[in-house]
């Protein structure tokens, strides 16, 4: 069987949850591998709109499992409203449809004031985080300070090394005017959130092991986007984990040899949240106007993203540093209605032309995007589900991409909801194998 990684080429916000979405019903098990509850993915279902953080967009199939993999920072209060909300329009979710692995790190209440007061420090060049104590959790986790899945379900470990972080971190707040923590609350609200983690504790590693032997497939989920990967990303713009294909090996304890293909997810148009280079930022009315029909805005914080032209160079360096092997093409839609399209295919940088992509946010600032303008396609697209109905113009965009890219688009969404979405047989087939015929069945 095919286990493929749905993996974002840009910043983020590529529309990834839609395309596992899409994709789901193909696998047997949708298994998440690194982020935190900073990440969102937007699903439209039957016109109401879902944004799960943690779980795997995969659970809204009622014969999927969900798997949330040691590379993933756990906020279990956010798990829990997560679980809620999910119960609240009739997903029933328990312990045989979603497993949390017993390494993945656990958010502590210092962690969210941690971050603060590092962004508050950074004063012009802050990061521009979500401020929900992601990164000083991977700290803590780099720093063997960390508290894990499996702690929470031992009190006399779990108490012990909220103690012994306590008397660290009080001393930070301190240094900075801040109030002190008190192990005794916190080490209570734990308990009790171990008590209801326990039953979806497991050796994911082991699990999914178990599950490929067994012939099952895994469809694996990202969150964030390529350009913000820890190691290959704008650093220091970026998240605090390896949102590359290499994090599903480290992030699922899986070997890399189980990813047998990957799924490049890529806007029509790029956006980015928060500080960090930009090179194709439109900060203009056609900007404006690409958020505004985008619904560019944050699905976990709701801030808004910032907008651009496709940028072929950072996309062909995310296809690259991660093997992709077929495109999913997202909001083209949205591009309609605009007097031109714009698209970077290289960079003028000190009197010279670049078509590598370089992540050194001092080069980026002072890139020059060289662009190829398109003519707007005449038909819409919005709503489309056959690929025969494409207009021309929309197609040579399409080739053109597959060019500069040098990857064939396979998959081409044309709206917000489940069933907008165009599905090209020939080029998915190559990727899905027998497993493409599940999807043949819908479309």
Known sequence: MNNLLVIGTQWGDEGKG???????????????????????????LEGKKIVLHLIPSGIL?????????????????SFFKELDDLKSIGVEVNEKRLAVSRSAHVIMPYHPRLEKISEAQRGKKMIGTTCRGIGPCYEDKAARWGIRIGDLL????????????????????????????????????????????APFVKDVSAFLYQQVKAGKSILFEGAQGVLLDLDHGTYPYVTSSSSTAGGVATGLGLSPKQITGILGITKAYATRVGSGPFPTELKDETGALLARKGDEFGATTGRPRRCGWFDAVAARYSCRINGVDLLALTKPDVLEGLSEIKACYAYEYKGSKLKDFLADPHVLDKVQPVYRTFPVWEDSIQHLSNEDKLPAGFNDYVKWLEDELEIPVG????????????????????????????????H
């Open 18 to 44: 839609k395309v596992v979405d899409f994709l789901a019903p193909a696998f047997d098990i949708i298994a998440r591998y690194q982020g935190g509850h900073n990440a969102g993915h937007t699903v439209y």
């Open 61 to 77: 199939h009622p014969d999927k499992i969900g798997v949330i993999g040691n590379g993933l920072v756990i906020d279990p209060g």
């Open 154 to 197: 031992e009190p006399e470990i779990l108490r012990e090394k909220i103690e012994e972080n306590l008397a660290v971190k009080n001393k930070i707040f301190e240094a900075f005017g801040q109030p002190t923590l008190e192990a005794g609350p916190i080490y209570e609200q734990y308990r009790k959130f171990g008590e209801g983690l």
């Open 411 to 442: 998959i081409i969404s044309t709206g917000v909801a489940r069933e907008d979405i165009i599905y090209i047989k020939e080029k998915c087939s190559r990727l899905l194998g027998a497993q493409a015929e599940k999807l043949f069945g819908k």
